[in-house]
């Protein structure tokens, strides 16, 4: 074994892998230096296979960005401005109520609800949105509010972070999204957000929340400064932190995007980056079941071969996305349930539609045609789930919302 340490480092992971083994910080670095794409690539598949089969996620939702105004202003973002900067926004109560109705009508199963820490905005208004939410959105899944947001609505009503969550939650609050947590290392955070909350009390929010019942997200925001020995801490303590709660969903690895950013002298990361950074943490996010490839962040053709690298779920319709529209990702800000349907099926998998917590919508036949094709004649466009609501109107990828972002 020690012979194969030096002469080929992957072949003692894929002696571990094989036999079931937690991988190591130093596997974990040993992937990522790696050379062999494919091989890696490999075997993330393969662990992919093991666990979820052959199904691929997706999720009919849509993202309301409530404001862009935000006090941290970390390195990395494009999307903040300062209160009465030109492009600042915050959207009224009455305002992301409408969107959410327009979301359901459409046929949205989940609410994506994210913002800046807009320290002008009362706590009142946070809670007056979920609740308005949930009065026209009854049976919709609400996913609201980064750990950031959350530390700084705490901070706002001189409470503790499980009151906030608690409150929340009683409004209609459902589960949070894994925005904010970056980099956890502090020497990284320091030079990318460094008024944001650590990655230690990001960690500490999401326990409370999973022991408050709602289930979290996590995210990484990985290709600015960081190194691959931060990579693997940060997904070795989401390791460590799914051991001890069982309270997260799925994990997705965030391309940073340089443009229009503090950062913009950094170039973006690549493609065998992106592919490889997603199948390192199918492979040592062992206990994580889901790992998503979010597409707006690289394009759907990339996001369709990212499904052969360890991804399982392709997130959703989004609908609107102000985050990555204001950093000129250049991916369009919906997609059609059709096209997800086709891009699945046209790598050999079966779609299949899923609400925020991952049960079953509906199942479509891997192919057209295939013994479980309820589809009908065109794949999907215009037919209605298992609720009898209808599909949001088929839009081209490419096309772009009015405007607001989100972090999943
Ligand atoms: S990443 Fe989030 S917390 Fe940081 S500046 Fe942007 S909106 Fe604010």
């Not at 401005?81 to 492009?87: F, H, Y």
């Not at 062992?286 to 052969?308: E, R, S």
Request: hydrophobic letters at 40%; one cysteine or more; aromatic letters at 6%.
């Amino acid at each position: 074994m020690s012979g194969l340490t030096h002469a080929d480092p992957l072949a003692v992971v894929e002696q571990r892998v094989a036999s079931g083994e937690r991988l190591s910080a130093a596997d974990g670095i040993a992937l990522f230096e790696s050379k062999d794409l494919l091989r890696v690539g490999r075997l993330a598949d393969q662990v992919r296979r093991q666990r979820v089969g052959d199904d691929v996620y997706f999720v009919v939702n849509r993202h309301i960005n409530y404001t862009n105004v935000c006090r941290n202003r970390c390195r990395f973002c494009a999307f903040s401005r300062a209160e009465g900067e030109p492009g600042a926004y915050t959207l009224t109560v009455d305002e992301v109520v409408g969107k959410a109705r327009e979301a359901v009508d459409q046929g949205a199963t989940e609410i994506h609800i994210v913002g800046g820490e807009n320290p002008t905005l009362p706590y009142a208004s946070i809670r007056a949105m979920i609740a308005g939410v949930r009065q026209v959105a009854p049976a919709a899944h609400i996913k609201a509010f980064t750990a950031s947001e959350i530390a700084c609505f705490a901070e706002m009503e001189k409470t503790d972070v499980e009151d906030v969550l608690s409150d929340l939650k009683s409004a209609g609050l459902d589960s949070m999204p894994g925005g904010g947590a970056e980099i956890f290392r502090a020497e990284v955070r320091a030079e990318v957000c460094p008024s944001k909350i650590s990655g230690e009390r990001w960690l500490d929010i999401h326990r409370i929340a999973h022991g408050l019942g709602l289930k979290t997200n996590a995210t990484m925001l990985y290709g600015h400064v960081e190194s691959y020995a931060d990579r693997v801490d940060h997904l070795l303590r989401l390791r460590e932190a799914e051991d001890a709660t069982g309270g997260f969903q799925a994990f997705i690895p965030l391309a940073f995007q340089p443009k229009n950013s503090a950062l913009s002298h950094l170039p973006p990361t690549t493609g065998v980056d992106d592919l490889k950074t997603l199948a390192v943490s199918r492979l040592l996010l062992d206990n994580f079941l889901h790992i998503k490839t979010y597409w707006i962040m690289t394009g759907l053709k990339p996001a369709q071969v990212a499904l052969f690298f360890g991804a399982d779920d392709m997130d959703g319709t989004v609908v609107e996305e102000v985050i990555s529209l204001m950093s000129e990702a250049g991916h369009g800000q919906t997609v059609s349930k059709a096209e997800l349907i086709r891009v699945i099926r046209d790598a050999g998998r079966t779609p299949v539609e899923r609400d925020a917590l991952y049960q079953v919508v509906r199942r479509y036949g891997a192919r057209r045609g295939a013994a479980s094709d309820d589809d009908g004649e065109c794949g999907v466009a215009g037919d209605g789930d298992r609720h009898g609501r209808q599909s949001p109107p088929v839009a081209e990828p490419g096309a772009r919302g009015p405007g607001a972002g989100g972090s999943p």
